[in-house]
């Protein structure tokens, strides 16, 4: 009964942690809005016009750099991100084709080329959320990509691996084999909050959903023996109840654990030890790699921890992916610093999928964080932090506050080559001290001003800023038709002629469809004159 255990545990586990990933973003959200309001100014509704002495200023900072902005061109950027692809995708193969191979071996069975690339090429899936994840793909294209890649392996294996073999047979093989995995992952990743929290969630709801199996088992065990403890117990208890109670009160032992296994991931991650494309990788690895090995338990016993042998390339290609994208990072990457009209969360959110997630391929963004980008931005050390109940440690209660947070940020690529976001987290209150300071650590600039009103002020201080602070070589300002462009302009009037020319770049979106990407993007590759 064993593998049926582990089945239902890790099937347990995962809907316990997507749900699990839904309550924590609400209310770390919640958390973020109550803690921004402190009864100052805020980015979204200042309504206090900007001073006329000078922006306000930096208490500290990010170290001065000592190694010259890197220039990077569009072209550059692109080439990254297949790099990126290419790397995962190599990576897969190598995976897939080891695990055939392997499955060949011990079952005895001919190992042909043919053999080999179909279930190689069925095995590939894992691929797929990663790409999902590199590029930002909606709902539907990533459950479409799935479900057709499993329709695809059937057919491929009905047709190609033995023609005596039936189409139920096959269907029935690969629903086990791959089917299940497919739903745990897809589950996983589906959903903006699901996809950042639910895969660091779910090692600690496999924790405690092995307590509840062992209370479960703990209570056959005196089932078994009739024990009198059980006749008391069930004497003032209903048996639902006494039943629930031996699922759930090991998890006031086991909460301990699961919270120090998820403080160690964090700090993995804080540490650089882990990025989130490859802890997603090995994990959807793992998750694929489980059914074979619960198939083999009955025959194989321990020997079945062998089909957890192509986990052992993931930190190989590591290794790989970091020398290569080290070589293009002899310099320092441009930082691109990106301000928006709060309180657009649908518009921010799709111009970070598509412009922001690309530049990370080959620069540094930072950000004032707040509840519109929650999903796209938290990592394991915010969700840990917010469960540990120190979620306000974060946040800039002063100025004093912005050197020890900005001496936090992480300004060099994860392994696979991306770059993180930092975010400064700031009361309404300091809002304005932790923008001066960002200005001055960036390169350039992306604001996105759709729907942009005059009453949204703190955005008419984040011009003023932008156009009187020296250093920063170009401003992209995204505009739709309700922007109201005359205050805006305004804002930065009397300080252009301190500007250099061309400074500030205007995009209009016409109508509701929004612009092009590498129309966004294109003006930010634009060469610093900062160290």
């Known amino acids: 009964?064993?593998?049926?255990?582990?089945?239902?545990?890790?099937?347990?586990?995962?809907?316990?942690?997507v749900v699990g990933a839904l309550i924590v973003a609400n209310r770390y959200r919640a958390a973020m809005q109550r803690l921004m309001k402190t009864g100052g100014?805020?980015?979204?509704?200042a309504t206090a016009a900007p001073p006329a002495a000078g922006p306000p200023a930096a208490t500290g900072g990010p170290p001065a750099p000592v190694t010259p902005v890197t220039p990077v061109t569009p072209a550059d950027n692109r080439r990254a991100r297949r790099q990126l692809i290419a790397g995962f995708v190599i990576l897969t193969l190598l995976m897939a084709l080891t695990r055939t191979v392997q499955m060949q071996v011990m079952a005895d069975g001919p190992i042909t080329w043919k053999t080999v690339l179909t279930l190689g090429a069925a095995y590939s899936w894992p691929v797929v959320p990663v790409i999902a994840v590199i590029d930002r793909w909606r709902r539907r294209r990533l459950v479409a990509t799935l479900l057709l890649w499993f329709v695809a392996a059937v057919a491929l294996l009905t047709w190609r691996v033995n023609e005596n073999v039936s189409f139920a047979q096959v269907l029935f093989w690969m629903s086990l084999d791959i089917g299940l995995p497919l739903v745990i992952v897809t589950s996983l990743c589906l959903g903006g909050a699901t996809r950042a929290v639910g895969p660091w969630l779910a090692p600690v709801f496999i924790v405690l959903c092995w307590a509840s199996q062992a209370g479960i088992d703990l209570l056959s065990e005196l089932v078994d023996r009739q024990s009198p403890v059980l006749y008391w117990l069930t004497g003032w208890l209903p048996a639902s109840a006494a039943i629930a109670l031996?699922?759930?009160a090991p998890w006031l032992v086991a909460w301990w654990p699961a919270k120090a296994l998820g403080r160690r991931l964090a700090a993995a991650y804080a540490r650089r030890q882990v990025s989130e494309l490859f802890y997603l990788f090995s994990a959807v690895w793992v998750i694929a790699l489980t059914g074979p090995a619960l198939g083999a338990i009955a025959s194989q016993g321990l020997g079945a921890l062998l089909d957890f042998l192509p986990l052992l390339w993931i930190p190989l290609g590591a290794r790989v992916m970091q020398a290569v994208t080290g070589k293009r990072s002899a310099g320092r990457p441009p930082t691109l610093l990106v301000l928006r009209v709060f309180?657009?969360?649908?518009?921010?959110?799709?111009?970070f999928d598509r412009v922001i997630d690309r530049w990370r391929s080959t620069g540094n963004t930072v950000l004032i964080a707040g509840t519109d980008l929650a999903d796209r931005t938290i990592d394991p050390d915010d969700i840990f932090t917010f469960i540990d109940g120190r979620l306000g440690e974060r946040f800039i209660r002063s100025p004093a506050d912005i050197a020890r947070r900005l001496a936090d940020f992480e300004w060099q690529p994860d392994v696979e080559g991306r770059y993180r976001v930092n975010e400064c987290y700031c009361h309404d209150t300091t809002w304005q001290q932790a923008l001066a300071a960002l200005v001055r650590a960036s390169d350039v600039v992306l604001m996105d001003l759709r729907n942009f009103v005059a009453q949204n002020e703190g955005c008419l201080h984040e011009l003023w800023v932008l156009a009187t602070t020296p250093g920063l070589a170009r401003v992209v300002v995204l505009m739709n038709e309700r922007t109201q462009l005359p205050p805006a302009q305004a804002a930065i009037a009397e300080a252009t002629a301190s500007a250099p020319a061309g400074r500030f770049v205007w995009l209009m979106q016409h109508g509701d469809e929004p612009p092009v990407t590498e129309e966004v993007l294109t003006p930010l590759f634009v060469a610093s004159d900062k160290p």
């Open 343 to 351: 309180r657009q969360d649908a518009n921010v959110q799709d111009l």
């Open 1 to 17: 009964m064993l593998p049926g255990k582990i089945a239902t545990l890790l099937i347990l586990a995962t809907f316990l942690s």
């Open 41 to 45: 100014i805020s980015p979204s509704t």
């Open 246 to 248: 031996f699922a759930l």
